[in-house]
């Protein structure tokens, strides 16, 4: 079973930094996109960043110049450097991957639990 656990929330001040980790472990053979979302209260949960295997990034638009997005192909590990933070930041951070858990089966999308992120003014 395949399981995506993130690390490394909590609550900072705005302008403050925190980098979040999540890596993926169980059975598989092969990790495409991992990704970054969030989801606000009473929002629908959006796209932070991605990377793909290649090493190609994409933001959105409201964290482009302040996050990073990166990845440990060894350790099976993604990260999302956030730096000046902004209340607006203020969300639950969801891991997502794209997996092959053996080969001819198809890619699955998995999902960590989310971790929470706080930023005060």
């Known amino acids: 079973q395949v399981q995506l656990v993130e690390s490394g929330g909590g609550l900072m001040q705005a302008g403050g930094s925190l980098r979040l980790s999540c890596a993926a472990s169980g059975r598989f053979v092969s990790i495409n996109t991992m990704a970054w979302y969030h989801q606000a209260p009473g929002k629908q949960r959006e796209l932070v960043a991605s990377?793909?295997?290649?090493?190609?990034?994409n933001y959105g638009d409201s964290v482009k110049g302040r996050f990073t997005i990166s990845r440990d192909n060894a350790k099976n590990t993604v990260y999302l450097q956030m730096n000046d933070l902004k209340p607006e930041d203020t969300a639950v951070y969801y891991c997502n991957a794209r997996i092959l858990v053996r080969w001819g089966a198809r890619w699955d999308a998995y999902w960590g639990q989310g971790t929470q992120v706080t930023v005060s003014s």
């Open positions: 990377i793909m295997s290649t090493g190609s990034t």
